[in-house]
């Protein structure tokens, strides 16, 4: 039975009406989604045994792990799960050995799975304890397993892009159940597609980073770009990210796996931490998009001597409750010669004037290519105003020396929703159209060369450089000549009459 991806939206998130009110909503991603993972690799899994079987003539050979990019052993297979006797097995305590047993059989120590491919993507991948989870008994829990047993999920039945995209429309709704802390993971898709589109068009072979990674929806957009507007195949692209949070960055491990996506995901603060280095330097990468948490603290003391040279714009570092700038210099320094950024920022990194110190060595090494200003409410629960700060090492010869503003914060870029804003395809187009082609438009963009920058002593207030103010409504002159006339005739009449009165009491 072929599945439509409204269709498989609606059967995946319907696993959270079988635990709604047993389990806090914040938590529907911790335990759903694992599981959605395990009956899609379980049901990947027996569908190659079954063609190697049909080819080998054999079960036993049909299993040898270096068939398989994942290996299920046979006693923890999904089906096996399914067939479990609820009056004798406690399904948490078998879901929770079945996903160590995973984890374990693809560590590549016995089975020959390499351990650079899938035991290191599957690594901290299954982190729910579902025997912590008092409410999530053997009947809601075997409710949960019928509900997803109704469809196989393998890749030879639902392609590998279905299921990513349904996969992180979950991941999106998820994080509208949480509210704000689902922002912490999970940016608007409208805000990474323009993200994407600044930094595209991209090449076989090019290496993407987020140092925030969050769920991984960036990486995934960049590969949707390169396969729906390029033609290009994703599996070329390397796609890498760190998360503090491990269950985020469990979530991030999914979904790229899922996707069929080649790339990493490592845990650990990216700043005091950072996991993707090679011979004491950084790993430099052609493309980083970032949504960092915005002035939040960072191990400013444990880094006053920074072993890889990152925090060296100043002499004074950030504040220790204000980490803004730590990501933005950790991040010029993750970009290669050629390198790309594109990074949500608070619009207070753009003029706070003590944070100056650091926009005029990043203003002065010419990596600042472009401003754009973004409507507030965009994000769930946030009405913070936001910017994207688009970093270059290598501009074109045609921009070197300028910065392009572009203000898209009027109703023109975006739409109401009920509870916050959304910008518009039309938008969209319309920043990415005036980036791409450097368009100079009245109230929307401008380049600015770096001079006028250096005499508002590197503001990069976008008001400052673009008229944000709302158009007045032209006047018609002949038009407002006569309503005055208009007026001094009424006026003279009713001076007339109050004479008139005057005279008749009495009064000179």
């Known amino acids: 039975m072929s599945l439509t991806l409204d269709e498989l939206d609606s059967h995946l998130y319907g696993c959270a009406d079988k635990i709604r009110n047993a389990v806090d909503k914040t938590d529907y991603k911790d335990f759903i989604l694992p599981l959605v993972f395990y009956k899609t690799i379980s049901d990947t899994y027996q569908d190659e045994v079954e063609k190697w079987t049909e080819e080998l003539g054999s079960e036993e050979l049909a299993r040898d792990p270096d068939l398989h990019d994942i290996v299920v052993p046979e006693e923890y297979t999904w089906g096996h799960l399914r067939g479990l006797n609820t009056q004798e097995t406690n399904y948490d305590e078998f879901i929770n050995e079945a996903l160590n047993e995973i984890e374990k059989a693809n560590a590549g120590e016995d089975s020959g799975v390499d351990t650079d491919d899938a035991g290191e993507k599957l690594e901290g991948v299954f982190r729910a304890d579902y025997v912590s989870e008092d409410a999530l008994d053997n009947g809601r829990l075997s409710k949960l397993v019928e509900h997803l047993s109704t469809y196989n999920l393998s890749a030879k039945r639902v392609p590998p892009d279905m299921l990513g995209e349904a996969y992180m429309d979950l991941v999106r709704d998820f994080a509208e159940e949480e509210g704000k802390e689902g922002g912490e993971f999970f940016t608007p898709p409208k805000i990474v597609r323009l993200m994407v589109r600044l930094l595209a068009p991209f090449e076989d072979g090019d290496r993407f980073h987020d140092p925030t990674v969050g769920s991984g929806g960036m990486l995934v957009e960049a590969a949707h770009y390169f396969r729906d507007e390029q033609d290009g195949d994703p599996s070329r692209l390397v796609l890498t990210g760190q998360e503090l949070n491990p269950d985020i960055a469990a979530i991030a491990k999914m979904n790229l796996f899922i996707h069929g996506y080649n790339g990493a995901v490592e845990r650990e603060d990216s700043l005091g931490a950072p996991a993707f280095t090679e011979n004491g330097h950084l790993e430099q990468f052609d493309y980083v998009l970032a949504n960092f ?184 002159v002949a038009e407002e000549l006569t309503n005055l006339r208009d007026l001094q005739e009424e006026r003279n009449e009713i001076e007339s009459q109050l004479t008139d009165y005057m005279e008749a009491l009495g009064y000179e």
């Open 293 to 476: 948490p915005f002035s939040a603290d960072w191990p400013k003391s444990d880094l006053q001597d920074d072993a890889y040279g990152r925090f060296d714009w100043h002499e004074k570092l950030p504040r220790a409750d204000r980490g803004d700038y730590a990501f933005i210099m950790h991040m010029a320094n993750q970009l290669n010669p050629a390198g790309q950024a594109a990074i949500v920022i608070p619009h207070g990194v753009l003029f706070r004037k003590y944070e100056g110190r650091y926009r005029e060595p990043m203003l002065e090494q010419d990596m600042v290519e472009a401003v754009v200003g973004l409507p507030e409410n965009l994000f769930q629960n946030n009405s913070i105003p936001s910017a994207i700060l688009v970093l270059n090492r290598d501009k074109p010869p045609e921009r070197e020396g300028e910065v392009l503003f572009v203000h898209a914060a009027d109703e023109a870029f975006y739409r109401e929703l009920s509870n916050q804003n959304e910008l518009t395809e039309e938008g969209l187009g319309h920043i990415t159209r005036n980036f791409n082609e450097w368009i100079i438009e009245e109230r929307v963009s401008r380049a600015v060369p770096l001079e006028e920058i250096r005499e508002n002593d590197y503001n990069l207030n976008i008001a400052l450089y673009v008229d944000t103010t709302e158009p007045e409504e032209p006047i018609d």
